[in-house]
């Protein structure tokens, strides 16, 4: 059964008012910088991003880890640890957790598991 282009359109309608609640509240806080999660179907990318400059301080993906054979949620823990790791590198230990439209649960949940695991916090 095909979807019609006005389904389509306010999904994506949904999907940006959610991203741009979320990103709302996020932004009142200036002090932190924020991490932002993408999920795809086969990978997670997560960086860390100063709004006051616009730059990316720093990135980890699925596509950065060496291991093989993980699930999708273990991977995502994976490179939540690995962003941790990179983010003390660069002295930064308190963000803000931006999900975007997504729920918190399973990947997203697991990699903000990971990144607290690393000793960042938020």
């Known amino acids: 059964m095909a979807k019609t ?3 389509l359109k306010s999904r994506s309608k ?3 008012r959610r991203s741009m609640r ?8 200036f002090e932190r910088p924020r991490l932002s999660v ?3 179907n086969k990978g997670i990318y997560a960086q860390i991003i ?3 400059q616009g730059n990316t301080l720093v990135s980890a993906s699925v596509r950065d880890i060496k291991e093989t054979g993980l699930s999708k ?10 962003l941790a790791a990179r983010a003390r590198e660069k002295n930064i230990d308190k963000i803000v957790f931006d999900r975007g439209n997504y729920l918190y649960h399973g990947r997203v ?5 990971g990144v607290r695991k690393g000793g960042i916090q938020f």
Do not use: H, M, P
């Open 5 to 7: 282009a006005e389904q």
């Open 14 to 16: 949904t999907r940006l």
């Open 22 to 29: 979320v990103r709302r509240v996020l932004k009142t806080n």
């Open 38 to 40: 993408f999920r795809s």
């Open 50 to 52: 100063d709004d006051l």
């Open 73 to 82: 949620r273990e991977a995502a823990g994976k490179v939540g640890e690995l």
């Open 109 to 113: 949940k697991a990699l903000a598991d």
